[in-house]
């Protein structure tokens, strides 16, 4: 075996973990049928095996010469397990729930699911993309509590998301966004949670990219130690300089949790040296007003999104842990390595969960997709997901709800982190997913692409769903 420090894999193989001679890697549920895919193994028939989770027995499904498969007749709210095998060779056996989901599967991982355990069990980080070929990349990673959390799977759209397929698998990568910079596809990401800061670089449109370079060391975030944290945000570009947000700290850290921090480069600088990018002194969280004033000194602050406001100041936009209140922190784009200062607070319905702030050239709104906190006495529930627009960047409303599931568990339904791109008339989105019995609204088993239709026409307040 020799040594290698490749960060791209078609797929990634742990030592000593059973991974299946054929690699299953993709799989979607629907009501009554499950499909899901395979990277062919070179073999002429394969052969489909299936059982409900409940039964001792697997029965066959059928055979194809193709590397999917789709079984059908199942029955909806039910678990089931399958494999596929091809002569000597099997795949691990895998596991799904029939029942209804929301927009489109890009993929799907059940919650006792162990294919991923090796990094984690539940899929987080959704960053979607379109590359300058034409085609749309979405990612996702794998987490867990007190797991590795350091792989990223990639999926490829050739028909603007009516169908997705598997493309490849970066490691170690996590919190993961990909961007478009002069034409050409990267991935920025931490190594693992609170790990170090990483870029790199494809030129073959995600199959494979270029071994990751460390921008920014950081520690393993467990026991209290601080690292890098981050979220799929947009990069912005502004005054001749890339700009993106991440933070410093961990969730352990009893003095702090997050202080806030933004990275730049000058947009003609090689993105993979180092030395190109500056690093803004992190900022922690102070009781910077009355508002605040009565809030703890770790009080969350996390996952910044950037956006340039209507006076042309580049802004930081940030969770925060007040009702409806989201933090906004000033970047100083004349001295590059000074800290964010505080300028106030904003008035915004969807800061309990990560959120996208983005500026629509077309209609000069400001548009985010965010999950509703609708209850000052309930801040964690994430079953009401809506399309939010601004003006001014101080006064929200609701242009309509995407998800609306308040109808359904908050305990076991949530849409969150989404990420999106305009596309003329249209908003494309990513969402990371949990519905159909997820492990909990957090732990998502889906990652959904969808699509709001004339998004700029919709009118405000409409409250039926997409």
């Not at 039964?55 to 193709?66: I, P, R, S, V, W």
């Not at 209804?100 to 599967?105: A, D, E, L, M, Q």
């Not at 922190?329 to 505080?342: G, R």
């Not at 607070?345 to 969960?353: A, K, R």
Request: hydrophobic share 35%.
């Amino acid at each position: 075996m020799k040594g290698t420090n490749t960060w791209s894999y078609h797929p990634y193989r742990p030592l000593l973990t059973d991974v299946g001679d054929i690699y299953i890697c993709r799989v979607v549920p629907y009501i009554d049928k499950i499909r899901f895919e395979w990277l062919d193994a070179g073999e002429e028939i394969y052969s489909i095996f299936f059982k409900k989770r409940s039964e001792t027995d697997f029965f066959k499904a059928g055979e194809t010469k193709n590397d999917y498969f789709m079984i059908e007749g199942l029955e909806c709210e039910t678990d089931y397990e399958f494999y596929v095998t091809a002569k000597s060779k099997k795949s691990r056996i895998r596991l799904a729930r029939c029942g209804r989901s929301v927009g489109t599967t890009v993929n799907y991982l059940h919650p006792d699911d162990e294919a991923y355990s090796f990094s984690g069990r539940y899929l987080c980080s959704p960053s979607l993309v379109r590359h300058p070929e034409g085609f749309l990349l979405a990612s996702m990673d794998l987490f867990a509590g007190n797991s590795p959390q350091n792989l990223t799977l990639i999926f490829r759209s050739d028909d603007d998301g009516e169908t997705w397929h598997y493309v490849s698998e970066l490691t170690p990568c996590f919190w993961g966004k990909m961007f478009i910079h002069k034409g050409e596809l990267y991935m920025l990401a931490c190594s693992t949670e609170y790990g170090d800061l990483l870029i790199g670089k494809s030129t073959d449109g995600g199959k494979s990219f270029s071994s990751p370079v460390c921008l920014l060391r950081g520690s393993n975030g467990k026991n209290g130690n601080s690292g890098v944290h981050k979220n799929p945000q947009n990069v912005v570009y502004h005054n001749g300089r890339l700009y993106c947000t991440l933070e410093w700290g961990s969730w352990a850290n009893k003095d702090y949790c997050h202080a806030a921090m933004v990275m730049s480069c000058n947009v003609d600088d090689d993105l993979l040296i180092p030395e190109s990018w500056s690093f803004s002194e992190p900022l922690k969280f102070s009781h910077w007003c009355d508002e605040v004033s009565s809030l703890p000194k770790n009080t969350m602050m996390i996952e910044g999104t950037l956006t340039v406001a209507p006076d042309g100041r580049l802004k930081n936009i940030m969770r925060f842990g007040k009702y409806h209140r989201a933090l906004i922190l000033d970047v100083d784009t004349e001295d590059h390595e000074a800290p964010l200062k505080f300028d106030g607070l904003m008035e915004f319905p969807g800061n309990y969960s990560k959120f996208m702030i983005k500026k629509d050239s077309v209609s000069g709104y400001y548009y985010s997709i965010a999950t509703i906190a609708y209850s000052e006495n309930d801040t964690r529930s994430r079953n009401l997901l809506a399309l939010l627009r601004s003006r001014d960047l101080s006064k929200w409303e609701t242009v309509c709800n995407v998800y609306d599931h308040r109808h359904e568990s908050k305990e076991k339904v949530g849409f969150q982190y989404v990420d999106f791109e305009f596309e003329g008339e249209d908003i494309i989105f990513l969402c990371r997913t949990a519905l159909n019995d997820a492990h909990n609204y957090h732990d998502a088993n889906y990652s959904i692409f969808d699509r709001i239709k004339d998004f700029r026409n919709i009118n405000s307040n409409k409250s039926e769903n997409i």
